[in-house]
């Protein structure tokens, strides 16, 4: 866990801010998980994620702008076919903390993280900048 806020403040996230009286803030949760990888070896992990199920589509966003860049199983196998005829080499590479490059268009506020709310900074939510989990 800390792990993933020293992540979100590297990548400047979020700013810790005073919201407005009349603004929204949406709630987080922890998501842990177990990664293994080729070799057997587990690490655990921790993201921070906005409940942005709380969230109504032309209220609070507007979803022309909401997507997720993944790829498609179909083009995965259809360059690894073509990898394969070609005799090519391919590789893999795992981007840490990827969704945090997202710059965000409109203005959300998130709950602090339990466990991590300074008694000084009670009524303080994060100002997101980028684009986070959830």
Not at 76 to 94: G, Q, S, Y
Request: aromatic share 12%; with cysteine; charged share 25%.
């Amino acid at each position: 866990m800390e792990y993933e806020m020293q992540k979100l403040t590297e990548m400047s996230t979020w700013t810790l801010a005073l919201p407005p009286a009349d603004a929204r803030v949406v709630g987080g949760h922890w998501v842990f998980a177990v990664k293994e990888s080729a070799s057997g070896d587990r690490t655990f992990r921790a993201c921070y994620v906005g409940k942005g199920f709380s969230e109504i589509e032309g209220v609070h966003f507007d979803a022309s702008g909401i997507f997720a860049p993944v790829a498609r199983g179909a083009s995965l196998r259809m360059l690894f076919a073509i990898a394969a005829r070609e005799r090519r080499t391919v590789w893999a590479i795992d981007f840490s903390s990827a969704f945090l490059n997202g710059d965000l268009g409109e203005i959300i506020y998130v709950k602090q993280p339990k466990g991590f709310i300074a008694d000084s900074e009670e009524k303080m939510a994060y100002l997101c900048h980028k684009a986070l989990y959830g």
